[in-house]
């Protein structure tokens, strides 16, 4: 199949929903509305969307969902070419799949991995999203059609968060203190959205530092869920072998737990193999 591809039958690490991430081509004409027939087909009921940005003073909206520098969403924007209309295909997205029935979870990330260029930008442009309507003047917005927030991804890798480059724990901190705390302030401001932390890109150690840092900044109540990527080695032709996937995932749980948190796997491996 070009466009999803067919989950195993054993797939399942956690009941529900069935998630699957919506990005690129599957975003475009009728690719997305194929992309959507198939995910039914197969059973999901939830997806995940990216809204990547290079500078949070922009303001996408999914009236405008081409940007001047042609056909690509946020996610896929040259970082050098940043557009006042950018975005706004994904945004335009959230509706239509919250249209669809699924279960939408909006990804919020800097594309370089940068530290928002202040705390106050950032609160701004996430109440520019929260508050955007479908069409301009619209009753509908982007807050009536999001279920779950994720604020950031993989933080204990630079690619995603350069302050995890030079002390993953120090970057850790850095990611709650610069990112996940604003944001969840102003998602939990007036409208009590659901915020999943971003996921940690294998180690469920790396989970207990972020909320460990909230529990010390007194922020557990902004974050309501505990965001991890269990990705780890593990070959279902071999009995008995290794099944890194499954322990991180017990592991993750567990520390979740310790906070009184529920886990969500936000990524992980659909067929056991850590390199595919």
Known sequence: MHYLERLEERRLLAAHPVGINFNDEALWGVDFDNAVAEAKNLGVTAVRIWMGFDDVSVRPNAW????????????????????????????????DLWREGFSVMLIIND????????????KA?????????????????????????????????AGYWKPS???KNAGLQSYVDNFLIPAAEELKSGANELVVSAGPSWNPADINAIFAHLKSRGKLNLVDFAGVHPYGEYDPTKVGGANQV???????????????????????????????
């Open 64 to 95: 405008d969902p081409v940007g001047r520098f042609g056909a690509h969403s946020l996610g896929e924007m040259p970082s050098s070419t940043p557009s006042i209309n950018s975005g706004g295909l994904t945004m335009k997205r959230l509706f």
């Open 111 to 122: 594309r370089d991995g940068d530290v928002p260029s202040s705390t106050a930008e950032l």
């Open 125 to 157: 442009f996430i109440r520019h999203l929260m508050d955007s309507p479908e069409v301009p003047g619209g009753s509908l917005t982007v807050k009536d059609v999001v279920d779950y927030w994720q604020i950031g991804n993989e933080p204990d890798s």
């Open 165 to 167: 480059g030079a002390s």
């Open 246 to 276: 499954r322990d991180r995932t017990l592991q993750a749980k567990a520390i979740a737990d310790q906070y009184g948190k529920k886990m969500m796997a936000t990524e992980w491996n659909v067929r056991g193999f850590g390199n595919t």
